[in-house]
């Protein structure tokens, strides 16, 4: 009985991953999951269960946390000293003293990869950030994510982890989340701050930008360590899909990737399971 069990669980992801061969998917991204979120199963895979850095993906977890603590979105949060990125020195634009409601902050974290605003959205929870980063790893392990470990609400450090097959579960969470589909997907938005009319964020991830996509959930990710990370649900052929890109090398790659897989998945994979 075990033996038939295992190999029900194990097909979905051979036949994903010999299909895309025969399709001559080539992927740069070090790590990879594609996952069919309407047949809850596993498309194509490659180093899915790699323990790696996952850099800003990080701040979906943040975004849920937050959410999940119903705290007041129109409480105005202000940028303070300890909000400022010592690690990386990282560029933000909004300065010490900056306030915006929670929900601005919220929103300039998941479109944006804004720094200083997840910084804060974690500095302002009930507990202070210690019991946020313990509330984002409970949060993971509720979700199943056996292999993540969260330190910070922002991803700058390397020490947030996690695998492709665990943020396939993470992104799968976050888009049961309307406020989590609609600021991820934000192509631009603007806030007003005392010391300038209005700033202008576009949204991380090109992908949103470019009308060719439909993406439910987004989140752009970049560390030295982490290399370039991108993770989506999005439809693909009216089919619900899940696409996890980590450690992709080279400013272009993980669009690379995506677009190369939505050609395949648009070319060969579908029509492949339609034909058979």
Same mark, same amino acid.
């Given at each position: =009985?075990?033996?038939?069990?295992?190999?029900? $669980?194990?097909?979905? =992801?051979?036949?994903?991953?010999?299909?895309?061969?025969?399709?001559?998917?080539?992927?740069?991204?070090?790590?990879?999951?594609?996952?069919?979120a309407q047949q809850e199963h596993t498309?194509?895979?490659?180093?899915?269960?790699?323990?790696?850095?996952i850099a800003s993906i990080t701040k979906l977890m943040t975004a849920?946390?937050?959410?999940?603590?119903?705290?007041?979105?129109?409480?105005?949060?202000?940028?303070?000293?300890?909000?400022?990125d010592s690690l990386r020195n990282t560029h933000s634009r909004l300065l010490v003293g900056s306030s915006l409601p929670r929900?601005? =902050?919220l929103r300039l974290t998941l479109m944006a990869s804004e720094n200083r605003a997840a910084?804060?959205?974690?500095?302002?929870?009930?507990?202070? =950030?210690k019991a946020f980063v313990e509330a984002m790893n409970s949060k993971a392990f509720e979700l199943g994510m056996g292999n993540s470990y969260f330190v910070d609400s922002t991803g700058l450090s390397g020490a947030n982890v996690s695998t492709a097959r665990d943020l396939t579960k993470m992104v799968l969470a976050?888009?049961?989340?309307?406020?989590?589909?609609? $600021?991820?997907?934000?192509?631009?938005?603007?806030?007003a701050l005392p010391y300038r009319k209005l700033i202008k964020f576009n949204n991380s991830n090109s992908l949103v930008r470019s009308g060719t996509w439909e993406i439910a959930v987004s989140k752009t990710g970049f560390l030295n360590e982490a290399g370039r990370?991108?993770?989506?649900?999005?439809?693909?052929?009216?089919?619900?899909i899940i696409i996890v890109l980590l450690d992709s090398f080279g400013k272009s790659a993980r669009i690379g990737?995506?677009?190369?897989?939505?050609?395949?998945?648009?070319?060969?994979?579908h029509r492949t399971i339609t034909s058979g």
């Open positions: =009985m075990n033996k038939i069990i295992y190999a029900f $669980f194990l097909m979905p =992801m051979f036949i994903g991953t010999t299909l895309a061969q025969q399709g001559n998917l080539s992927l740069k991204s070090q790590a990879v999951l594609i996952f069919d498309i194509y895979d490659k180093k899915a269960d790699n323990v790696m850095p849920m946390v937050v959410l999940d603590a119903q705290l007041p979105l129109i409480e105005k949060i202000t940028i303070q000293p300890a909000d400022i929900e601005e =902050m910084a804060a959205l974690g500095r302002t929870y009930p507990g202070g =950030m976050a888009y049961s989340y309307e406020t989590i589909r609609e $600021f991820s997907t934000t192509v631009a938005h603007a806030v990370c991108l993770v989506m649900y999005t439809q693909i052929t009216g089919k619900p990737d995506a677009n190369r897989i939505k050609k395949w998945l648009e070319t060969t994979y």
